[in-house]
């Protein structure tokens, strides 16, 4: 019969066993000297079985219940055992209704005199491990959006002003190892011209909380301008202090300039439209005063008392008729304008073609005593039209010869330049100056004349300036009376 103590510990070892099948753990034991296999119930229960339902050996574990992958893992974790080590290893298990199922194992061996054994628990983290699978595909599929898509990820502690550039991020800087930068290093890959807006707005949203969503210019470490998207969100602490600086940079180059590129085109569009618009206007007023001015004079002609008259008539009907002509030939050269843009353009040199303008006007030249000094040297060539080019340096030259000063020999300056992607011209002369107050809205105008100089149509610069704007450059001029002109164009 058994004494209390032995009561008391039977009592003890089943309210043992009670909580262990009911924690949602299986225990397992291994008596390695005789291979006799133990399992509890909960380690039934964990795959779905009744105690008993299935085989409980050695054998038909590895063969039947273990993942045929997880099988040599499982054998190195519990074969490497020794003294008080435990193992860890994460194992698929064959279940009655779920299919194959995670689970953690640990196991440790126990050696005393008595006996040698191999014992373990296992655990179910099959939902631990979908979600570690289903974050693991949300960050692949993150990350292959963000390279398709060439969007980085950077993140700046403000206390301590570490900047963090995800992978993605070191390609758009075109770093091939992860080197570490600090904020100031990082602006200094914006364009000059864009730096400061850079810096400005990190300024802002450290000290104010604001959130900025700049396109701005950069050059990378291969020393390419690209266009980015620079966005940052401040975290705030509860003291409404902004704590961390949490944003993208993205590759926008591509859509960036076909945005340029449309509105270059709407721009252009809007210029051909004004430009028709006042070439309609010309056509419509200069040709109904000449039309009027004919029919006045035919009718006079027709009269019957104007027998006398019909001379004078007929003389002043042929001026008609010639300045009809005339206006005629300028409008002609405007069409032209509009139809030659179109040309294929090619590349122009300028000295050589200057050279033979200069040649062409050798006689109005020396007649002037004029001094022409150029330098093309910074800009030698551009892609143009070759008859624009001719026709515009003709036009500037022809002008400032035309209308020089009385009192002083032209002094004629002609030089180019390339800039911020565009290239210049500049033609400057010391002649006898516009007014502009006076004639500053009219100046590119058509038959616009400032100076009583009996050669002057007004044609010229009304040409040069749809010419230049025709490829998308611009015109402007400086004038002061007696001093001298000044025309700056941005030929694209």
């Not at 574990?61 to 193992?87: M, P, Q, V, W």
């Not at 705030?236 to 940079?249: A, E, H, M, V």
């Not at 007649?367 to 892609?383: G, L, Q, Y």
């Amino acid at each position: 019969m058994g004494t209390v103590k032995d009561h008391d510990f039977y009592n003890s070892v089943s309210h043992f066993a009670h909580v262990i099948n009911h924690i949602n753990t299986g225990i397992w034991e291994v008596d390695v000297n005789t291979n006799e296999v133990k399992w509890s119930d909960g380690f039934y229960k964990l795959l779905g079985y009744e105690p008993n339902e299935i085989e409980c050996s050695a054998g038909y574990f590895f063969e039947h219940l273990l993942y045929h992958e997880d099988r040599a893992a499982f054998a190195k974790a519990i074969n490497g055992l020794t003294g008080d080590h435990t193992s860890t290893v994460q194992v698929r298990l064959s279940t009655k209704n779920e299919g194959y199922q995670w689970f953690e194992n640990i196991s440790k061996r126990c050696d005393d005199t008595m006996c040698c054994s191999l014992h373990g628990a296992i655990i179910n983290i099959n939902a631990y491990k979908l979600q570690e699978a289903h974050s693991a595909q949300k960050d692949l599929l993150f990350k292959e959006m963000g390279r398709i898509a060439k969007v980085a990820v950077w993140e700046l502690e403000i206390s301590t002003m570490k900047l963090q550039l995800s992978k993605e991020a070191y390609d758009i800087f075109g770093l091939n190892n992860p080197v570490k930068l600090n904020i100031d290093e990082a602006i200094s890959f914006f364009e000059p011209l864009h730096r400061d807006a850079a810096a400005n707005a990190i300024e802002n949203a450290t000290k104010n909380g604001k959130p900025f969503d700049l396109e701005l210019q950069f050059r990378t470490a291969r020393n390419k301008v690209t266009w980015l998207r620079f966005k940052a969100i401040p975290f705030i602490d509860n003291f409404g202090k902004c704590i961390k600086l949490t944003g993208i940079l993205q590759d926008i180059n591509h859509a960036k300039k076909r945005e340029m590129a449309l509105k270059a085109d709407l721009s252009l569009s809007a210029d051909q439209n004004r430009r028709l618009q006042n070439f309609a206007y010309i056509v419509s007023h200069n040709l109904r005063s000449h039309t009027g001015n004919l029919k006045f004079m035919v009718n006079l002609f027709n009269q019957p008392d104007a027998d006398m008259e019909r001379e004078e008539i007929f003389e002043h009907i042929r001026s008609i008729s010639d300045s009809l002509n005339t206006t005629v030939e300028h409008l002609e050269e405007v069409v032209k304008i509009q139809a030659e843009i179109t040309k294929d353009k090619k590349i122009v040199e300028f000295e050589p073609l200057f050279k033979n303008i200069i040649s062409a006007l050798n006689h109005n030249i020396n007649e002037a005593d004029a001094k022409i000094e150029f330098d093309f040297t910074k800009c030698p060539e551009i892609n143009y039209i070759p008859a624009y080019m001719e026709s515009i340096l003709q036009n500037l030259l022809t002008n400032s010869l035309k209308y020089k000063a009385d009192k002083r020999k032209p002094h004629i300056k002609c030089h180019t330049y390339n800039k911020n992607r565009h290239d210049w011209l500049i033609f400057e002369d010391n002649g006898m100056g516009i007014d502009l107050e006076k004639h500053g809205n009219s100046i590119f105008g058509m038959y616009e004349t400032f100076h009583q100089n009996k050669d002057a149509k007004g044609i010229g610069l009304f040409i040069t300036r749809n010419q230049v704007e025709s490829l998308g450059g611009a015109i402007k001029l400086e004038s002061t009376v007696d001093v001298g002109t000044k025309f700056t164009i941005r030929l694209n």
